[in-house]
C-alpha cells in the first residue's frame, strides 16, 4: 500500500495536465499538417514527449525521459482523457505497470516485473479502493507461486 499510493494518484491525473513549466514545442505533424506530437520540457534532463495516435488533436501517450532515457510511459488507451496505464522503467526495462482496464479512471491492477522481463507481482484492488487487497507472487515460468489476501 505504501508503495503504491504516489502512483494512484499520479493515475488520476490528466494527460500532461502536470505538465505547466512551459508550453510545449510542436516535433512532428501529420500528413494534413496538424500537431500530432509535442515535447515539454520539464527540467533541463527530463522532458515529456505527448503524442496524438488517434489524431483528434489530444496527445493520448506521453513519455517522461530522464537524461534521455525512457522513464515512464503514460497511456490513454480508449482515448476518453484519462491515463489507464501507466508502465515505469528503470534502465529501459519495463518495470511495473499500473493498469486501469475497465476505464473507469481508478487502477484495479498494479504489475511487477523482474529485470529480465518476467512477471514478479500482481497487486490487486478489485474493488478499486485505491488500496491492494490481494497481491500474487509468480515464478520465472509464469506460475503463481503465493496468494496474499490482506485484510484492511
Ligand atoms: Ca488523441
Ligand atoms: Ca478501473
Not at 3 to 12: D, F, Q, R, S
Not at 14 to 31: F, G
Not at 120 to 135: Q, S
Request: glycine share 6%; with cysteine; hydrophobic share 30%.
Amino acid at each position: 500500500m505504501r508503495a503504491i499510493a504516489p502512483l494512484l494518484v499520479a493515475l488520476t491525473l490528466m494527460l500532461v495536465s502536470c505538465t505547466k513549466a512551459q508550453s510545449p514545442s510542436v516535433t512532428h505533424r501529420s500528413a494534413d499538417g496538424r500537431p500530432d506530437q509535442w515535447v515539454y520540457r520539464i527540467s533541463p534532463n527530463e522532458y515529456q514527449l505527448a503524442i496524438d495516435s488517434n489524431g483528434d488533436g489530444k496527445p493520448d501517450v506521453v513519455r517522461t525521459f530522464h537524461d534521455n532515457e525512457i522513464i515512464r510511459v503514460e497511456s490513454d488507451r480508449n482515448f476518453n482523457g484519462k491515463v489507464d496505464l501507466v508502465q515505469e522503467y528503470s534502465h529501459g526495462v519495463l518495470l511495473r505497470e499500473i493498469r486501469d482496464d475497465d476505464f473507469d479512471g481508478r487502477p484495479e491492477v498494479v504489475k511487477t516485473f523482474r529485470p529480465n522481463g518476467t512477471l514478479a507481482i500482481i497487486e490487486r484492488d478489485p474493488k478499486e479502493r485505491g488500496t491492494i487487497d490481494i497481491v500474487e507472487y509468480y515464478d520465472n515460468q509464469g506460475r503463481m507461486t503465493r496468494r496474499e489476501e490482506r485484510r484492511r
